[in-house]
């Protein structure tokens, strides 16, 4: 068991799960050979893992010694989802009128969403979640590719 709240193993178990769903996601950026790919959508699934986790342990240890919950664990996903939302438009960039790396933004941001998931043990979630970001990333993408489109402003 951990110091205050979670058994170690859990924390491991939560841990792990996050970089599998990073893992998963992150493959598939990195075989189009993405900027953002398998070693950063893994490290930003278990940080937010992490944060997720330390929110937890932070609550139960400042209870075992205050006797009041002291850290409210929603208030960590928001700094999460803020904080991962300001890594991923990093990623975007303008370049000769077109915007670039939309996609690997919101691949980092629902890392992000994955790895929060596995932090606080919604494993079905994040499982579904990954199973669902897999998709959109591989079978849309081959979608779009036959979908109709009109000029771009290039073609002005």
Same mark, same amino acid.
């Given at each position: 068991?951990?110091? &205050? ?11 792990? *799960?996050?970089?599998?769903?990073? !893992? ?11 900027p ?19 929110a937890?342990?932070?609550? *139960?240890a400042?209870?075992?010694? &205050?006797g ?20 991923? !438009?990093?990623s975007?960039i303008?370049?000769?009128g ?9 691949g980092?941001?629902?890392?992000? *969403?994955?790895?929060a !998931?596995?932090?606080v043990? *919604? &494993? ?33």
């Amino acid at each position: 068991m951990s110091e &205050y709240g979670i058994p170690l193993l859990e924390i491991l178990e939560r841990l792990l *799960a996050s970089l599998l769903v990073g !893992a998963v996601i992150g493959w598939e950026r990195e075989r189009k050979n993405k900027p953002a790919g398998l070693r950063t959508h893994m490290l930003v699934t278990l940080g937010s893992a992490t944060f997720c986790v330390m929110a937890f342990e932070v609550g *139960a240890a400042l209870s075992d010694r &205050y006797g009041e919950r002291g850290v409210d664990p929603m208030r960590v996903l928001d700094g999460v989802v803020g904080g991962i939302g300001f890594l991923g !438009a990093g990623s975007i960039i303008q370049a000769r009128g077109r915007v670039q790396g939309i996609t690997t933004a919101a691949g980092v941001w629902m890392a992000g *969403a994955l790895g929060a !998931a596995c932090g606080v043990g *919604a &494993y079905k979630l994040a499982g579904l979640s990954t199973v669902l970001a897999f998709l959109v990333l591989t079978v849309l993408a081959k979608v779009e590719r036959h979908l109709p489109r009109e000029p771009g402003p290039e073609a002005d």
